[in-house]
Each structure stands twice: as structure tokens, then as C-alpha cells.
């Protein structure tokens, strides 16, 4: 991808101006469109802040013009944390980045499939949908590769979505609800499948990592609880239990249960 910049003159109520537009532009020289909207919303915003003391008789245009540069610039700002917020989502922000959020609050799942490659799902919500990644290491090149995947119901109890990887391959993950464990209770399992094949003997498990079991009714418990029907204190791992310990026993217990000589 290759960034540029130019000047370009535009005329407007009768005054010439000079833009300093930017372009973007992929390998083959195509360019980049600009996602439309984002001036025109800066620019509503602008007169909703300079309404109040235009309405008041403000006439002062150098505040009126700090207002809107000022006004301008927070909505620009608010442009760029999101995308930097969706860049973490879906895992290509920067190390730096990620190291200094912490981990982003998440389901996750790791599978092994039968060629010994493992599969990492990470699932967050969002507007109602869990959406995510699905990421493996090529074998061959050692490098990681990540498909972006976006669950819908499949009419059949279960959510799926499609991970499809640069290279053509596309695999097919299903979360479902599990049979009843020790206990009674269901969790979520996670199937990864290539065509009609499981590519995996046994199925994996969606848990909550470690940022997400700190967030109360965090909202893709509730995506899960509404779609399969989980309990989403299912989705945090299980505590580690304690060990097995023998009772203590008296000094006198311990002799008389000695080997005798």
C-alpha cells in the first residue's frame, strides 16, 4: 500500500481555498476510496456547538472559528479510537499496542486438528452478533494466518460462521451447547469444519479469558445465553481445586500403625 498527498484548489462563496487532500492506494495503483460522511458530520457538529452563541449574537469569528477547529478536531479524534479500537478487536493493532491495553476481554477457544496445527477462536459482541477471528500457523511458512468469522443461527440450535483465509481455504465454525456435564450443567462446544469434515477428534471449549471474567454480565454471556440457551457462568473456567491430602494423624496413631520389627 502506498500514501500520498497533494494540493488541490477549490473555490467556495466566491473565495479561492487550497485542500491538502491525502490518497491511499493498493499495490496495483488502485486507489483507495475515502469513506464518505465524515466531513459532513464534523460539520454538523460544528454548527450545533457554534449555534448557542451565534443565537446569542456572537459575531466574534476568530472564537467562532477556535470552536470549530476545536469541535473539527474531537470528532477526528473519536474517528481514529475507533478504528483503533476495531484494529485490537480483530487482533492486527500493533504489539505495543495490545501489550499496553492488556489482553482484549474475549471468548476464546484453542483446537488441535488431526495434522497437529492448532486453531485459536477469539469472539467478542458486537450490536447483538459475536463476531471475531479465527487463527492458525501455516505450517509450511511458520507465519500466522487470521480469518475474520461473524456468527449467525443456523436454524438448528447452533451459531456458525464462515473463515475464509486469503489463500482460498474456507473453514466452517460451529459453537452449540454441549451435553450435560458432571453436574448437570451445559457449556458451549466449538466445532471447526472443512467442507462436511471435522477437522478435530474431539470438540473445543468457549471460555471467557481472563479481561472478559472481569466484566459482570458482560455482554456476549448474554449473546450466548439468548442463542444456546448457556448459563454464562459456564463460560468461566473451572477454579483449580485443591489437592487431595491424607487427614493428619496423631504421633501415637502413626506408631501403632508402624511396621513391627
Do not use: C
Amino acid at each position: 500500500m502506498s500514501i500520498g498527498a497533494f494540493a488541490k484548489q477549490t473555490e467556495r462563496d466566491g473565495r479561492a481555498f487550497v485542500d491538502h487532500v491525502a490518497t491511499m492506494k493498493e499495490p496495483d495503483g488502485q486507489e483507495i476510496p475515502a469513506t464518505p460522511g465524515h466531513f459532513e458530520k464534523a460539520r454538523e457538529r460544528v454548527e450545533a456547538a457554534q449555534k448557542p452563541l451565534l443565537d446569542a449574537g456572537m459575531k466574534d469569528r476568530k472564537i467562532l472559528n477556535q470552536i470549530a477547529a476545536s469541535t473539527r478536531e474531537g470528532y477526528f479524534a473519536e474517528v481514529a479510537a475507533g478504528l483503533s479500537e476495531r484494529m485490537v478487536e480483530q487482533g492486527i493493532a500493533p504489539q505495543a499496542v495490545a501489550n499496553e491495553r492488556g489482553a482484549f476481554p474475549a471468548l476464546e477457544s484453542g483446537i488441535r486438528d488431526q495434522d497437529g496445527v492448532w486453531h485459536n477462536l477469539s469472539v467478542y459482541e458486537k450490536d447483538g452478533q459475536l463476531m471475531g477471528t479465527l487463527q492458525r500457523r501455516d505450517v509450511g511458512t511458520g507465519h500466522y494466518e487470521k480469518a475474520p468469522v461473524v456468527f449467525a443461527p443456523d436454524g438448528k440450535g447452533a451459531l456458525v460462521a464462515e473463515a475464509a483465509y486469503d489463500g482460498g481455504e474456507k473453514l466452517t465454525v460451529s459453537l452449540s451447547r454441549s451435553e450435560p456435564t458432571q453436574g448437570g450443567h451445559e457449556k458451549v462446544d466449538v466445532r471447526v469444519l472443512s467442507g462436511d469434515r471435522q477437522i478435530h477428534e474431539h470438540p473445543g471449549r468457549l471460555r471467557a479469558n481472563e479481561a472478559l471474567q472481569h466484566i459482570p454480565d458482560h455482554r456476549e454471556g448474554k449473546v450466548i445465553e439468548q442463542a444456546l440457551g448457556v448459563d454464562p457462568k459456564m463460560l468461566n473456567p473451572l477454579p483449580p481445586r485443591d489437592p487431595i491430602r491424607a487427614p493428619m494423624q496423631s504421633p501415637d496413631k502413626r506408631h501403632a500403625q508402624g511396621v513391627q520389627l
